[in-house]
T-cell receptor, first 109, second 114 residues
Framework: SQQGEEDPQALSIQEGENATMNCSYK?????LQWYRQNSGRGLVHLIL?????REKHSGRLRVTLDTSKKSSSLLITASRAADTASYFC?????????FGAGTRLTVKP | NAGVTQTPKFQVLKTGQSMTLQCAQD?????MSWYRQDPGMGLRLIHY???????DQGEVPNGYNVSRSTTEDFPLRLLSAAPSQTSVYFC?????????????FGEGSRLTVL
């Protein structure tokens, strides 16, 4: 079965608002990663957070990790129409990387 | 810089036919993997490899074979295609093993089995 589960499944916001997506997982991890997928394209890596880290930033992205709750969140600040895509979390445990079903984000101009 | 290249981009097969999806990377990555993506299911790991001559099974390996004779190439073989294998297949590679690293994905191969 898949490791990560994203919540919500779909999210629709206005341009300029913040978008928060959550990921829960079930087993041990070495790191957790977030990816973006535009419709019909391959996935693009956004950010990686290791199991001993609690928060990480990259541009407008902020990722948190709570290993005690087996959960992570991705915050996109000041969203843009170009952020419209599907976002996936992926857990890595010694080369076995498992993805969740994703959150479909729509940013309306 | 080509990155990860998958061929073909589209393929239609009849049940029982065999085929090979090709994947090549030019980044000298040790780690390569195959995923399938079905609607509402996200990506599921089929097989992966941490170097030439080394392969291992992922979450959904049945019906698929892989081999890794070179660092650059990681083909995925369907020996007897079934309609349940209709999906979009993604190949990915990474430069780090053990502690994991950023995956670089190909653009996908859309397979339809009739």
């Amino acid at each position: 079965s898949q490791q990560g589960e994203e919540d919500p499944q779909a999210l629709s916001i206005q341009e300029g608002e913040n978008a928060t997506m959550n990921c829960s997982y079930k087993t041990s991890i070495n790191n957790l990663q977030w990816y973006r997928q535009n419709s019909g394209r391959g996935l693009v890596h956004l950010i990686l957070i290791r199991s001993n880290e609690r928060e990480k930033h990259s541009g407008r992205l902020r990722v948190t990790l709570d290993t005690s709750k087996k959960s992570s969140s991705l915050l996109i600040t000041a969203s843009r129409a170009a952020d419209t895509a599907s976002y996936f979390c992926a857990t890595d445990w010694y080369n076995d990387m498992r993805f969740g079903a994703g959150t479909r984000l729509t940013v309306k101009p | 810089n080509a990155g990860v290249t998958q061929t073909p981009k589209f393929q239609v097969l009849k049940t029982g036919q065999s085929m090979t999806l090709q994947c090549a990377q030019d980044m000298n990555h040790e780690y390569m993997s195959w995923y399938r993506q079905d609607p509402g299911m996200g990506l599921r790991l089929i097989h992966y490899s941490v170097g030439a001559g080394i392969t291992d099974q992922g979450e959904v390996p049945n019906g698929y074979n892989v081999s890794r004779s070179t660092t650059e190439d990681f083909p995925l073989r369907l020996l007897s295609a079934a309609p349940s294998q209709t999906s979009v297949y993604f190949c990915a590679s990474s430069s780090l093993t053990g502690k994991g690293g950023e995956l670089f994905f190909g653009e996908g191969s859309r397979l339809t089995v009739l």
